[in-house]
């Protein structure tokens, strides 16, 4: 469970498994908004949270259709409940991953695995 930056709480889940993705519920509303989702072969890894923006970081690495290596970075407007923005990155270029699952709130924060 995430808190908002206006208080509000959103619950957050997923796995690093084949058709993994990251699912957001709002339990005032009972809602569930799926904040990714990169395909075959391409498996969430690491989500981070930016507090102070409500947004929400998913990186997802993978073997693309078992051929092409592939990230995608997904950003995710958990106020909006939107995804803000969808694209393939180059791995080197983001943060290294915590190396064991745990939850900080805070600005850049992570839950990872």
Excluded: H
Aim: glycine content about 8%; proline content about 6%; some cysteine.
């Amino acid at each position: 469970m995430l808190t908002l930056s206006d208080g509000s709480k959103v619950i957050v889940s997923g796995a690093q498994v084949a058709g993994g993705l990251i699912a957001v519920r709002y339990p005032t509303t009972g809602r569930v908004s799926v904040a990714a989702t990169a395909g075959d072969y391409v498996y969430p890894s690491d989500v981070r949270m930016n507090a102070q923006g409500n947004l929400l970081y998913v990186k997802a690495p993978g073997i693309a259709a078992g051929i092409w290596q592939e990230t995608w970075l997904f950003e995710y407007d958990l106020r909006t409940e939107r995804l803000v923005t969808r694209q393939q990155v180059v791995d080197d270029a983001l943060p290294a991953e915590c190396p064991e699952p745990r939850l900080v709130i805070e600005p850049k924060s992570f839950v990872s695995r």
